[in-house]
Each structure stands twice: as C-alpha cells, then as structure tokens.
C-alpha cells in the first residue's frame, strides 16, 4: 500500500533547527512531487514547501523562504525538510504530501503522511 511516514519533529527554542524526514513506499516515487503542508492549532491547513520531480525545481511559501531547504534522495525515497531560524509560529503538525505536480492546493495532493508534531518555544 501507499505510505508516507513522517519523522523529525519535537520540540525546539526558537532560533534553532530541526530537520523532517519524509519515507515513501508504494508508488513510483521518482514520478512525483513531494510537498510539506503544516496545520497550527485553530488555523487551516498550509503549504509549506515542494520539490517537483521532474527538473527538481523547489518552492517555498514565503513565510518559510530563506529559513528552509527542501531536497529529495530519490535512491532511498526520502525528501528533507530542513528547517532553520525556526519561529513560535512555525509550531504546527507538518505533513508530507504527494502529487504529479506541485500544487499550493491540498486537493490537488494525492497521498499524505500522518504528520509530525513541531513545537517551537520562545
């Protein structure tokens, strides 16, 4: 079956780093972009990153832009979330999700994780 699992959350002072794993299995990774989507306490869900699969191009939400790196390992179906500088409103259930293409849109998304839990303290 599809998965994606999630990994790498925990808790963090602001200013400092954590860095997610996202492992799939089931599908043909190399064929799919692989986003973040993070959902903090009594607020929607948002994109937050997303590395296509094609040319590997990456976007960024421009909260995060500057602070964060995404990358794929497509030999061990894994994509990073690294994450830098981080913020107290960077606290929220980060998930990885995939699709096609990269799309802003949780619709558009065809496979989402259980997400990890990221808190970050002031």
């Known amino acids: 079956e599809v998965q994606l699992v999630e990994s790498g959350g925990g808790l963090v002072q602001a200013g400092g780093s954590l860095r997610l794993s996202c492992a799939a299995s089931?599908?043909?990774?190399?064929?799919?972009?692989i986003g973040w989507f993070r959902q903090a306490p009594g607020k929607e869900r948002e994109g937050v990153s997303c590395?296509?699969?094609?040319?590997?191009?990456?976007y960024y939400a421009d909260s995060v832009k500057g602070r964060f790196t995404i990358s794929r390992d497509n030999a061990k179906n894994t994509v990073l979330l690294q994450m830098n500088s981080l913020k107290p409103e960077d606290t929220a259930v980060y998930y990885c999700?995939?699709?096609?293409?990269?799309?802003?849109?949780?619709?558009?998304?065809?496979?989402w994780g259980e997400g990890t839990l990221v808190t970050v303290s002031s």
């Open positions: 999700a995939g699709a096609p293409l990269c799309k802003w849109s949780l619709y558009a998304m065809d496979y």
């Open positions: 089931g599908f043909t990774f190399d064929d799919y972009a």
């Open positions: 590395i296509s699969s094609s040319d590997g191009s990456t």
